[in-house]
């Protein structure tokens, strides 16, 4: 009898041990959890999961959001950068205010001297021809032309985590009412063009005025199901067609032309839609696999 009882207390004594344990674990827990929303915020980020947990994440002085709707948009600082995510077929981000307003006109008032209409590459030849496809007028800056242009290509780099050497140097484009681009790859489909720097792989284009109507980027191809839902509130027909991004002045969108595994990704089919009221101004930058020898 003395025997049994002595089993059931070392038994209680050892759930004692076991529930104190646990206790001091969540205790622990809940600290961590609490040090880290208390942490400070102007260099870390966080990323709202669709079943709204948060993950985050150590960035520069930049917020990362995934939302369903765009409904908290407005409610965003203008000014304040932030990075949001829009597809995940094809990968495609808006860095929020990328550039400066000063930094666009910058950039206009360089191409703008010097724009000639835009040319598309021809598949089986590797070399630019004149095409109904392609409407606009642009002009190439010199990679690392000065200053600006160099802190402009560092911040690029640092949010694609892509080399600046993998880079080619920054178009220019404009499309006045009625201009276009429509879809195409930006990967290549000839060899010629592959030859130095290899396959381009991501795409940052960057929007440097707004457009009072048209002018969508849209993504024809993307998964709807993978993509969140912008706001289609004000899209041009063609902007209906897919995935459309509205241009928003210092904003810049960045999609991968190939997946993870490095295989060409065909959802990344793209254009430019046509301008029905303003005008639009744009800075591309196209990266490749490999160093550009310049």
Known sequence: MAKGVRGQRNFSSSSSAWTI????MLAFSLSLLLFMALRPSSSSASIALAHGALVSLRLPAISVSQHATRSNVDKESPKKPWVEVISWEPRAFIYHSFLSKEECEYL??????HMVKSAVIDSKTGKSKDSRVRTSSGTFLRRGQDKIIRAIEKRISDFTFIPEEHGEGLQ???????????PHYDYFLDQFNARNGGQRIATVLMYLSDVEAGGET?????????????NQNGLSECGKTGLAVKPRLGDALL????????????????????????????????????????
């Not at 344990?21 to 001091?24: A, C, D, F, K």
């Not at 595994?261 to 591309?284: E, F, M, Q, R």
């Open 21 to 24: 344990i646990l206790m001091l």
């Open 172 to 182: 220019i484009l404009h499309y006045e009412v009625g201009q276009k681009y429509e």
């Open 218 to 230: 849209v993504f024809p191809k993307a998964n709807m199901n993978n993509s969140l839902s912008l």
């Open 108 to 113: 206009i008032s360089l191409g703008k001297p």
């Open 255 to 294: 999609f991968w032309s190939m997946k993870p595994d490095a295989t060409l990704d065909s959802k990344s089919l793209h254009g430019g839609c046509a301008v029905i009221s303003g005008n639009k101004w744009s800075a591309t930058k196209w990266f490749h696999v490999n160093e550009i020898e310049l």
